[in-house]
């Protein structure tokens, strides 16, 4: 969950939040698409994400991402405490190349 610092009652500051937080997903949707198309220019082109939440048996959002190579399927994975954590730190990842990929042993 996004937290703000904002006094009980005032609306225009929840508002203007709200606002910041919609541009920064925005732009986080913008970089995964930017990202996507740098790494199928290097033969990775990825198929699928899927998004797991929070369970029962573990207490963080589990991002699924499936990609296919001139080797075969692959896939790799990031899991974060908050949905927004979630994206932003995968996107991050795909930018800065920390984001291992491996063999998909299920692959699609």
Aim: include cysteine; charge should be neutral.
């Amino acid at each position: 969950m996004v937290k703000y610092k904002e006094v009980p009652g005032d609306s225009m500051t929840s508002a203007a939040n709200y606002a910041r937080a919609m541009v920064r997903l925005a732009e986080a949707i913008t970089d995964f698409e930017r990202q996507a198309d740098r790494l199928s220019e290097s033969d990775l082109l990825i198929t699928s994400m899927t998004i797991r939440c929070p369970g029962f048996d573990r207490g963080d959002y589990l991002l699924v991402l499936r990609g296919t190579t001139p080797d075969g399927a692959v896939v790799a994975f990031h899991n974060a405490p908050t949905l927004w954590e979630t994206l932003e730190g995968a996107v991050n990842r795909l930018k800065n190349g920390s984001l291992k990929w491996k063999e998909d042993q299920y692959g699609r």
